[in-house]
């Protein structure tokens, strides 16, 4: 049975399939939903956006097939609301896209949420918060990025933790019911050193590209020093 975003616990941790071996692409997933991910992430780019190429709905629908584990779709593309159906249709549990890529926010947000999955809403580094403030409340999560989006391995941009702090003050001043509060996640050079400072801030999903995948250690190994370093 496939796990409802709501039923997240937190602090959750997302790997990106972008660093994936693509060649064993079910068996990396089975390894992270085994070292105990929430969820699994997959960063959608369409050349346009930005500056690379990724994959599309196919992709996510074998994903689907590999695990239950809520899938987690950040579309970095532009218009966003063409792309919201099919997408959905693959097996996404979660998807979020950029402020910045459509000029119908409002509109996108009712479209995914009307095929009864988690709508976020997601930021670059130097987009303002008041982005969110008209539509704070039909989002499930609130995807902040902590390096600009295209390219995997960047290093996380400091000055997004006082950014992470003042959106969770945003939230809290809504004093939302439980169940109506989105969740805080954060996408970009997450790793052992940087996810304790951003779960401190207020995050609470982390997006983690090679610090999970990588040839350099067990699918497990990452897993285990991310659990470390939030828990220390």
């Avoid at 970095?76 to 959905?88: G, R, V, Y």
């Avoid at 995914?112 to 704070?136: F, K, M, Q, W, Y």
């Avoid at 000055?159 to 954060?186: F, Q, S, T």
Wanted: glycine share 8%; net charge negative; hydrophobic share 45%.
């Amino acid at each position: 049975m496939r796990t409802s975003v709501r039923q997240l616990a937190t602090p959750a941790i997302a790997p990106s399939i972008l660093t994936a071996d693509f060649g064993r692409l079910r068996s990396q997933i089975q390894e992270a939903e085994a070292a105990g991910v929430e969820l699994i992430h997959l960063d959608v780019m369409d050349g346009q956006f930005v500056p690379n190429i990724s994959f599309g709905p196919l992709v996510v629908s074998a994903v689907r097939e590999a695990t239950n584990l809520p899938i987690d779709v950040h579309l970095m593309i532009a218009t966003p609301e063409n792309f919201i159906d099919a997408f959905a249709e693959a097996g996404a549990d979660m998807i979020s896209f950029h402020t910045e890529a459509t000029p119908h926010v409002h509109r996108t947000l009712q479209q995914i949420r009307n095929h009864d999955i988690a709508a976020g809403l997601a930021l670059n580094p130097a987009t303002s918060l008041t982005a969110t403030g008209e539509v704070l409340d039909l989002l499930d999560f609130v995807l902040l990025m902590t390096v600009n989006p295209g390219f995997g391995g960047q290093a996380f941009i400091p000055e997004m933790l006082d950014k992470i702090g003042r959106l969770r003050e945003m939230i809290d001043a809504r004093n939302l019911e439980d169940g109506k509060r989105p969740l805080i996640e954060v996408d970009g050079g997450i790793k052992r050193e940087t996810i304790r400072p951003a779960f401190d801030a207020g995050a609470e999903l982390f997006v983690c590209g090679s610090s999970v995948f990588s040839e350099k250690h067990h699918v497990s190994e990452g897993v285990s020093a991310l659990r470390s370093a939030l828990s220390s």
